[in-house]
């Protein structure tokens, strides 16, 4: 089985709006009771034109017929007395609705934001390991960052404007249609003209939004590159040639934000132009049916006319805006649904074994493996073959980039295998739950990161709930007690930020002491002794024969001392197997391992061929 293609941008959905939309439905309840107080705040909205016009009627000495029956009578002040008492009622509940629509949609945008970051999160999370190799960390914080933020602003108004446009539309018709269609059209006039910008509008900001979105990505990326390279950039005084790459990405996020920024900020002018015309027009044509007395419409007809005209124009001016915030919307659901719908290429299995706790038996039968971003078609592993029997300790020792971490991962499912199988207990790993696998194994790396929060709470880590006398019991294991102890706050001490920082060796042993509390029946050290010294190493192997006593270990060492006491030792050069057995057989062969040792234990004062390191990984 080869490797999927290595895929260089995040993966991008079609129909994200109708996703967005189907998440919405979740809260269907919350989502028409919103839609339901928006549409009737925006019918009020629309009263104070039908009043001023009632109101010019009635002390014109016309009255509608259905205001005079109300009130009992004809005469004009009465008529607006009770005219003013309708309109405090109207704005009454027009305020009442538009609180309740904009709380409802705010909760909703809330909701709905929250709902999607958690699926998004965990969608992340559950990637396979080349995921987060082939994309930049940025670009992926991004993503959980700003394009879910992003979705706000039009959950929050932008939706809640195209109804309400909606609703304009339909309730102008509903009035002005009856009192002069011809009218109505003068005032109609501008509207598809301004239905034609928005959408040529809409077409030509969509790619630049895009662009917008992908240098935020590579943005976030070369700040968070920068900061967490800090030391580096310090020590090579590279401030400069940093700050200039910053300032690339900077500029071109820049030009592209100018780009969009040009179309977006030209619409609402263009838009505004062609209103007047329709303003102008009912304005002059009215004015003219009235003067002449050609019984069209009254006085208070052409006030109620233009003041809707303007009232329906002017909100279509924003849908320029609300088309902007609609295609923001788009664009960064795009991305977040593009994630959502891919899988993680380290498949759960469609027939899982399940796995309580291992017997620990492990076997690699024929195993071939390249990596998709490495050298090429060169396997790192070539048709290996080995088998390590339950509670026995393996040491792996060979050349730099022989492919001895590889064995790990390959175990641990962090990558799957081209060819062959890696078995545990038997079967196949990729037939076992990921959860029973992992659970099953513990690993103690080079590389060891700290979470933030106290020593205690990294010991224990995901057993929260240990009980305190195992983290301790754990640290005094891998030689950590002593130093937590002589710290002010012992095991409450903060590590990372806020806290202290550990050195190498410090970190190196309290991710041994996790991996004690989690009690997996197999152990994987890969150089988890590198960065302590000597001495301590050998405090260390006295827990650590304690610590594997009864479990299957396989231990990975450049520093041989680390591992001539483990029952067998594996010898790999270039992904096979060069060389197998015990410490005292390895030296008697004079092989690889024999050059290996004699170099460090200065018995050689130059290295063999065979000890010489390989180039480094590509990156
Ligand atoms: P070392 O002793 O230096 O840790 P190793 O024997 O553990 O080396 P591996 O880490 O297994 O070697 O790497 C084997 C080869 O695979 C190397 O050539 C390395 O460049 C390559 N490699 C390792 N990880 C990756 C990766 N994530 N993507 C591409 N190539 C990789």
Redesign the pocket.
């Known amino acids: 089985m080869s490797q999927s293609p290595v895929p260089t941008h995040l993966p991008l959905a079609g129909r994200p709006m109708r996703r967005l939309f189907r998440y919405l439905q979740t809260y269907r309840g919350a989502f028409l009771f919103a839609c339901g107080s928006s549409i009737t705040n925006k019918i009020l909205d629309l009263m104070p034109p039908l009043l001023v016009g009632w109101v010019i009627d009635s002390l014109r000495g016309a009255p509608p017929g259905w205001i005079s029956r109300l009130a009992g009578t004809r005469d004009p002040w009465s008529l607006a007395v009770v005219l003013a008492g309708l309109s405090v009622v109207i704005f009454f509940f027009e305020s009442l609705f538009e609180w309740l629509y904009q709380s409802a949609f705010r909760d909703l945008a809330q909701t709905v934001q929250h709902d999607l970051r958690m699926d998004a999160y965990n969608q992340v999370q559950a990637r396979e ?2 995921f987060f ?1 082939e994309h930049r960390l940025g670009e992926i914080l991004a993503l959980l960052n700003d394009d879910v933020n992003q979705l706000e602003r039009f959950l929050n108004t932008g939706f809640n404007e195209m109804l309400q446009v909606g609703v304009l539309f339909a309730f102008s018709m509903a009035v002005m249609i009856p009192i002069s269609w011809q009218l109505s059209l003068v005032a109609l006039f501008p509207v598809p003209f301004i239905l034609w910008g928005g959408i040529t509008y809409q077409r030509l900001i969509a790619p630049r939004y895009s662009r917008v979105r992908d240098g935020v990505g590579a943005l976030a990326s070369r700040l968070e590159n920068n900061i967490a390279g800090i030391h580096v950039i310090k020590s090579f005084t590279a401030e400069r040639f940093e700050t200039e790459r910053v300032r690339q990405v900077s500029e071109d996020y820049r030009r592209s934000n100018l780009a969009a920024i040009r179309y977006s900020a030209a619409y609402i002018p263009v838009i505004r132009m062609l209103i007047v015309i329709g303003f102008a027009g009912v304005l002059l044509v009215g004015s003219y049916w009235v003067l002449n007395g050609s019984g069209i419409l009254s006085a208070g007809e052409l006030v109620l006319f233009a003041m809707l005209t303007e009232r329906l124009l002017w909100p279509i001016t924003r849908l320029g805006t609300t088309l902007d915030d609609f295609e923001r919307a788009k664009a960064s659901s795009r991305r977040i649904f593009g994630l959502l719908d891919t899988p993680s290429r380290i498949a759960e299995p469609a027939h899982p074994i399940r796995l309580g706790r291992a017997q620990g038996e492990i076997r690699f039968d024929g195993v071939s493996f390249r ?5 090429g078609d060169e396997p ?1 592993l070539r048709d290996l073959t080995f088998r390590i029997a339950p509670g026995e300790t393996l040491g792996v020792a ?10 790990i ?1 390959l175990l641990l499912r962090f990558y799957d295998v081209d060819n062959g199988t890696v078995r545990l207990d038997g079967h196949d790993v990729r037939d076992i739950p990921l959860a029973d696998l992992r659970r099953n194994i513990a690993l103690v790396s ?1 590389e060891v990161y700290l979470f933030h929060g106290t020593i205690r709470e990294n010991i224990a880590y995901v057993n929260g709930d240990a009980p305190f006398a195992e983290v301790e019991r754990a640290a005094r294991l891998a030689q950590l007690h002593d130093f937590v102890v002589s710290l002010p706050q012992g095991y409450d001490t903060p590590v990372g930020e806020r806290g202290i920082q550990l050195s190498g060796g410090q970190r190196q042993r309290l991710s041994i002491a996790r991996a004690i509390v989690k009690d997996a029946p197999i152990l994987l050290l ?2 988890a002794t590198s960065a302590v010294d000597t001495e301590t190493e050998r405090a260390i192997q006295q827990a650590l024969s304690a610590l594997t006593a009864g479990r299957t270990a396989l231990i ?1 060492a ?1 520093r041989l001392s680390t591992i001539r006491h483990a029952d067998r030792i594996l010898v ?1 050069r270039d ?1 096979a197997v060069v060389e197998e057995g015990h410490h005292d057989d390895l030296l008697a062969r004079g092989g690889t391992y024999a050059d290996l040792w004699q170099l460090q234990s200065g018995e050689v004062a130059t290295p063999p061929r065979s000890t010489l390191r ?1 180039p ?3 990156p």
């Open positions: 390991i080349s190799e990596y998709a971003r490495g050298r790192v060979g050349p730099t980039g022989a492919g001895k971490s590889t064995l991962k080079q890969d150089e990975i450049h790999l992904g390989e480094d990984p590509l």
